[in-house]
């Protein structure tokens, strides 16, 4: 249900990557926004988070996460260095 929402929202192709891989990693929203492309381990499948305490921090994703961060990337942010994930409105 909220990924259909996000499907009808100004920026689909970003929400649905964002809410998915909240879903998918239990990360936070606040850890999300702040994801650059260099933080993210496609190979390994992981995502690199600065540690509320300090050290970084590997969260595994998958495949739905993956396929949806790779379509929002290659359609919508191929020059950024930042995912430019902003909260949704969905």
Do not use: H, N
């Not at 929402?5 to 936070?28: E, F, H, K, N, W």
């Not at 290659?74 to 902003?86: F, H, T």
């Amino acid at each position: 249900m909220i990924l259909a929402r996000c499907q009808r929202s100004r920026y689909p192709r970003r929400d649905v990557a964002l809410v998915t891989l909240l879903l998918d990693t239990g990360l936070g929203i606040g850890e999300a926004i702040g994801l650059g492309l260099d933080d993210i381990d496609w190979t390994a499948g992981t995502l690199s988070v600065d540690g509320k305490t300090g050290p970084r921090v590997e969260f595994p994703f998958g495949r739905k996460s993956k396929a949806a961060l790779k379509v929002y990337i290659d359609r919508e942010r191929r020059s950024a260095r930042q995912l430019q994930c902003q909260v949704c409105a969905c």
